[in-house]
C-alpha cells in the first residue's frame, strides 16, 4: 500500500488526527498561535458533512463544544492562553458532568497577551488546577507533528472511556514547525473508540454510577435516555444532592477514575537512563533540545539521559520517584519560570533538582542544557 506522506504543520497535523479520529464537531475562535487548528478543520469538516464553527468568543466555543458533546458528538476546541482561562469555568464544569471533549492549548507566552506569537510552556500548572474545585484532569504533550496527529487521536479515545476533558497542550513551536508525517488509514490505528449508546435500557440507566467504579457511557441527549445535567454536586441520576455520603463519592470519583487508570492513562519515553548519572526532564519542544544535549554530553563523557512525559497530568509520579532513586541529579529545563520542576521535586526522593528556565519568547537550545549539564556535573 502506498504511504499517504505529508509535509505538515503542527496545527494542521493537530486538525489531521481529529478528523482520523471521527471529530464531529469544532467550535471555536481565532487566536495565535492556535488558529490554524480551525483554519484547517473549516474545510475538512465540512466536506465530510459535519460542522465547524466560529462562535463569538473562547467561552461560547467550549459551550458549545459541551452541547455537542452531550448530543453525541466528538467535539474538539482549540486555544491559547487567554482563551483558556476563559474557558476555565467551562472545563470546571465538562469535569463535574463527565462530559468527553478534547481541549487543545497551543501555548503562548504570557500573561495576559503576552507574547501572542512567540513560544512558552507556562500553562502547566494552569491545565491542572486552572478551574476552581479538586478535579483530576488528563492532559498530553506532544513534542513532535507527527506525535500530535497520533495524540490528538489517543486524547479523543481517553475523553470517552473515561468521560472527561482531555487537554492537549503543545507550543508555538511544535504548532508551526513542519515535518514529515505518515497519515494513517483509519483500519490502521489500533484503537479508535466511538460514542455509544449504554448497554442497558433507558429505565435502568444511571449517568453517574459513582460506586460501580466503572465509567458509564454517557447517553446521547435525543436517544431516549432521560437525565439531569447540573454543575452542583449530584447523585447518580444527575440531580443535585445535599447528602454527606453522596458529596464524599461525588467527589472522590472524578479523582479515582483517572488515577485508578493511570496505568492505562499515563505515557512517557525514555532515552539512555539505563546507566545515567544526571537525568533531564523536559516535555514538549523542549526534550527535542535535551536529547540533542544528551548526545552532546555523552561525547563529552558525562553520562545523562532524557525522561520525557507525554501524558503530563497525572504527573508520572512513580517513575520520576523509581529513578530518582538510582540518578541523584535532576534537571528541568521549561519554557516558564518553574512548574513542572515542583512535582519533580516533590516525587524525586532526597534527588537534588535544579531548574533551567528561559522566558524571553526565545527557545531553549541545546548548548543551554549542555552547559547546565556540565555545571550540574561539576565539568
Not at 500553562?123 to 506525535?147: C, F, K, L, Y
Not at 497519515?183 to 449508546?197: G, S, Y
Amino acid at each position: 500500500m502506498t504511504k499517504n506522506i505529508k509535509l505538515m504543520q503542527g496545527n494542521e497535523a493537530v486538525a489531521e488526527g481529529a478528523i482520523i479520529a471521527g471529530c464531529d464537531f469544532f467550535a471555536g475562535y481565532p487566536i495565535t498561535p492556535s488558529s490554524e487548528v480551525m483554519e484547517q478543520l473549516s474545510s475538512k469538516l465540512v466536506k465530510l458533512g459535519k460542522v465547524c464553527i466560529q462562535m463569538e468568543d473562547e467561552i461560547a466555543a467550549l459551550g458549545a463544544v459541551l452541547g455537542a458533546a452531550l448530543g453525541g458528538a466528538k467535539a474538539l476546541t482549540a486555544s491559547s492562553g487567554p482563551g483558556m482561562s476563559l474557558k476555565a469555568e467551562h472545563i470546571g464544569y465538562a469535569s463535574m458532568c463527565e462530559i468527553p471533549c478534547v481541549i487543545v492549548n497551543v501555548m503562548r507566552g504570557g500573561p495576559s497577551t503576552g507574547l501572542p506569537t512567540l513560544p512558552a510552556q507556562g500553562d502547566i500548572m494552569q491545565a491542572r488546577w486552572g478551574t476552581h474545585g479538586d478535579h483530576a484532569i488528563i492532559a498530553i504533550t506532544p513534542s513532535s507533528v507527527n506525535e500530535s496527529l497520533y495524540e490528538t487521536i489517543r486524547a479523543f479515545n481517553l475523553a470517552i472511556k473515561y468521560r472527561t476533558p482531555v487537554l492537549i497542550l503543545t507550543d508555538e513551536i511544535i504548532g508551526h514547525m513542519r515535518e514529515k508525517v505518515v497519515i494513517p488509514n483509519k483500519e490502521d490505528i489500533k484503537e479508535i473508540l466511538d460514542v455509544k449508546l449504554p448497554d442497558v435500557p433507558p429505565e435502568k440507566y444511571f449517568p453517574y454510577n459513582y460506586t460501580s467504579g466503572k465509567v458509564t457511557s454517557l447517553a446521547p441527549m435525543g436517544e431516549g435516555y432521560r437525565y439531569h445535567v447540573t454543575g452542583l454536586i449530584h447523585g447518580e441520576t444527575g440531580f443535585p444532592s445535599q447528602k454527606t455520603d453522596v458529596i464524599q463519592n461525588a467527589q472522590k470519583w472524578l479523582y479515582d477514575k483517572i488515577y485508578k487508570n493511570i496505568k492505562d492513562i499515563e505515557k512517557f519515553e525514555e532515552f539512555q537512563t539505563e546507566d545515567a548519572d544526571i537525568l533531564i526532564f523536559a516535555y514538549g519542544s523542549v526534550s527535542r533540545s535535551a536529547r540533542q544535549a544528551i548526545l552532546m554530553a555523552r561525547s563529552a563523557g558525562i553520562k545523562a539521559g532524557l525522561f520525557r512525559p507525554i501524558t503530563i497530568w497525572p504527573f508520572p509520579e512513580e517513575r520520576v520517584s523509581s529513578l530518582s532513586k538510582k540518578i541523584k541529579k535532576i534537571i528541568v529545563p521549561e519554557m516558564n519560570m518553574g512548574q513542572a520542576v515542583l512535582e519533580v521535586q516533590r516525587n524525586a526522593c532526597g534527588s537534588d533538582v535544579y531548574g533551567l528556565n528561559v522566558v524571553n519568547g526565545e527557545p531553549i537550545t541545546p548548548d543551554t542544557i549542555y552547559y547546565k549539564i556540565k555545571e550540574v556535573a561539576g565539568a
